[in-house]
C-alpha cells in the first residue's frame, strides 16, 4: 500500500466507491457522477492549504486521504505553526485490511516531519471503525459534541474530535 498526490486521473477510481452509500453516510461533500469527482480533485487541488492524496494498492486506487492546514488559534501574536484537519474514504471492498490505518499512519508521520503541530480529525460516534483507525494511530479523543449534526436521514449525530500531537 502507498499514498501518493492524486490527481484528475484518479477521478473514475475515486468515484467508483465514494458515490457508493457506505461512503457517502458521513461526509459532507458527496459525489454522484465523473463531472463532480473531477471538480472535488480540480476544488482540493488549486487550494494551497489542501491535500488529497490517492491510497494505492497493487496499482489500484482504493481510497483517498488528506485535509487542510489551517492556523492555530491566539490570544496574541500569529502562531508560526500550522495544524491540519484529517479525512479519509476507502473503498468497502478493502474494508478490513488495514489501508485506513496504514495510510493514516503515514499521512502524520509525513505532516509532523512537515512541520505540522496538530492533527486532527472529527468523526461521528456511531463510526466507530473510523475510531478504531484515529486511536490505533495515537490520537486522542478530546471530546464529543452530543447531537451536534443533523444527517441526511435527518437524525442528529454526536461528533467527535481526535487529536494527534506532534512529539
Not at 31 to 58: F, G, M, Y
Not at 133 to 138: E, G, I, P, S
Request: charge should be negative.
Amino acid at each position: 500500500m502507498s499514498v501518493r498526490p492524486a490527481d484528475d486521473a484518479d477521478a473514475a477510481a475515486l468515484l467508483a466507491y465514494k458515490r457508493r452509500p457506505q461512503c457517502q453516510a458521513y461526509v459532507a461533500r458527496t459525489v454522484d457522477t465523473l463531472d463532480e469527482t473531477r471538480a472535488l480533485i480540480a476544488d482540493r487541488l488549486s487550494q494551497p492549504d489542501s491535500l488529497l492524496c490517492a491510497v494505492v494498492l497493487d496499482g489500484q486506487v482504493v481510497g483517498d486521504i488528506g485535509g487542510r492546514t489551517y492556523r492555530p488559534e491566539s490570544l496574541g501574536p500569529e502562531p508560526a505553526v500550522h495544524d491540519f484537519y484529517l479525512g479519509y474514504t476507502i473503498n468497502p471492498d478493502h474494508w478490513h485490511q488495514g489501508l485506513a490505518s496504514a495510510a493514516t499512519a503515514l499521512l502524520i508521520t509525513a505532516l509532523h516531519d512537515a512541520g505540522i503541530r496538530r492533527i486532527v480529525a472529527k468523526t461521528f460516534a456511531e463510526n466507530a471503525a473510523s475510531i478504531r483507525v484515529l486511536t490505533k494511530n495515537a490520537f486522542r479523543l478530546e471530546g464529543t459534541e452530543r447531537c451536534a449534526v443533523l444527517g441526511r436521514d435527518g437524525r442528529w449525530l454526536d461528533d467527535c474530535t481526535l487529536a494527534h500531537l506532534a512529539e
